[in-house]
């Protein structure tokens, strides 16, 4: 897996002409290739990802602070900017996450107004929260979208399938190359035949079938039938294609994905917290915790 050169921020104690910002992440439950991660329980479920280390605070306290509960909470009223990013991964093959599969994922910046309890913040832990919840206001989120289209792989060769008696069925094993995926029990195939021509069979054509399947890894198995004709049917040699596809629900090939949101001006109140949710609705998906996962905070005005 790639590893993305990751940004710093400069800062400087006290700001500059009044302007102060203060930035802060996360405390990774586990590691993957290298990286800190955060795992997401389950797929298109809402989960607080809590605040719990400071990387620089201009204000030092004077404006907002981590009082351990997963949360950033504002000291003092003021016009903030908002600006929170995350790292998601992409992921190798067989890793419980199809690297090739990437769903849609939602990263959000949310308030807890003052006198609304937040989500509780167990350490080592997310929170599951309400996806619909109104209690908490959405300042900012961003969608990454996924891919309906599915990996594919294809292949052609040369059958003389010859002469099928009336009812009866003559078929032949095709070994597919490896390509984007590897084809296995319950992914999809088709086939089609050259010589399945009105040219060559008249009549009969109309009367023969062509069906495939996975019979086995990279294996798919063509079938000719001839079904409905009450005579032979001698079938030429000829060209077959086949086309196998994953059997999923999304794929993408996805990298490693920086995915930058922003409130622009916001007003915030003292004791009013920061929270940042996700959602995606990829199985067994995790969030990279590096110098680039982070909510960071800034007056506006002086």
Same mark, same amino acid.
């Given at each position: 897996?790639?590893?993305?050169?990751?940004?710093?921020?400069?800062?400087?104690?006290?700001?500059?002409?009044?302007?102060?910002?203060?930035?802060?992440?996360?405390?990774?439950?586990?590691?993957?290739?290298?990286?800190?991660?955060?795992?997401?329980?389950?797929?298109?479920?809402?989960?607080?990802?809590?605040?719990?280390?400071?990387?620089?605070?201009?204000?030092?306290?004077?404006?907002?602070?981590?009082?351990?509960?997963g949360l950033v909470t504002v000291v003092k009223d003021g016009l903030y900017d908002l600006t929170a990013n995350?790292?998601?991964?992409?992921?190798?093959?067989?890793?419980?996450?199809?690297?090739?599969?990437?769903?849609?994922?939602?990263?959000?910046?949310?308030?807890?107004?003052?006198? &609304? =309890? !937040?989500? +509780?913040? %167990?350490?080592?832990?997310?929170?599951?929260?309400?996806?619909?919840?109104?209690?908490?206001? *959405?300042?900012?989120?961003?969608?990454?979208?996924?891919?309906?289209?599915?990996?594919?792989?294809?292949?052609s060769v040369y059958w003389a399938p010859g002469t099928i008696a009336a009812g009866g069925m003559t078929y032949?094993?095709?070994?597919?190359?490896?390509?984007?995926?590897?084809?296995?029990?319950?992914?999809?195939?088709?086939?089609?035949?050259?010589?399945?021509t009105d040219a060559a069979l008249g009549a009969a054509n109309a009367g023969l079938l062509i069906s495939a399947?996975? &019979? =086995? !890894?990279? +294996?798919? %198995?063509?079938?000719?039938?001839?079904?409905?004709?009450?005579?032979?049917?001698?079938?030429? *040699?000829?060209?077959?294609?086949?086309?196998?596809?994953?059997?999923?629900?999304?794929?993408?090939?996805?990298?490693?994905?920086?995915?930058?949101?922003?409130?622009?001006?916001?007003?915030?109140?003292?004791?009013?917290?920061?929270?940042?949710?996700?959602?995606?609705?990829?199985?067994?998906?995790?969030?990279?915790?590096?110098?680039?996962?982070?909510?960071?905070?800034?007056?506006?005005?002086?």
């Amino acid at each position: 897996m790639a590893v993305q050169k990751a940004p710093t921020e400069h800062w400087l104690p006290g700001g500059i002409g009044g302007i102060q910002r203060g930035q802060f992440s996360f405390t990774s439950t586990s590691n993957s290739g290298g990286y800190g991660t955060i795992k997401l329980p389950q797929p298109d479920l809402v989960y607080m990802i809590p605040l719990t280390v400071k990387i620089f605070d201009e204000s030092d306290g004077a404006k907002y602070q981590l009082l351990g509960d997963g949360l950033v909470t504002v000291v003092k009223d003021g016009l903030y900017d908002l600006t929170a990013n995350l790292d998601w991964p992409a992921q190798p093959r067989d890793s419980g996450q199809d690297g090739y599969d990437t769903n849609m994922r939602k990263i959000m910046i949310r308030r807890v107004p003052v006198g &609304v =309890a !937040p989500p +509780v913040y %167990r350490p080592g832990e997310v929170t599951q929260i309400p996806g619909n919840s109104k209690l908490y206001d *959405g300042l900012a989120s961003h969608d990454t979208p996924g891919s309906s289209s599915p990996n594919a792989v294809r292949t052609s060769v040369y059958w003389a399938p010859g002469t099928i008696a009336a009812g009866g069925m003559t078929y032949l094993d095709v070994t597919l190359p490896v390509g984007s995926f590897t084809p296995t029990i319950g992914d999809l195939v088709r086939a089609s035949h050259g010589g399945l021509t009105d040219a060559a069979l008249g009549a009969a054509n109309a009367g023969l079938l062509i069906s495939a399947r996975i &019979v =086995a !890894p990279l +294996v798919a %198995r063509v079938m000719i039938e001839n079904r409905y004709n009450t005579s032979p049917v001698t079938v030429p *040699g000829g060209t077959m294609n086949l086309l196998s596809e994953s059997a999923v629900s999304t794929t993408g090939n996805n990298e490693d994905a920086w995915t930058f949101v922003s409130s622009g001006a916001v007003r915030l109140l003292a004791n009013e917290k920061l929270m940042i949710a996700v959602r995606s609705k990829s199985p067994g998906d995790y969030l990279q915790i590096d110098n680039v996962s982070f909510l960071r905070i800034a007056n506006i005005v002086p």
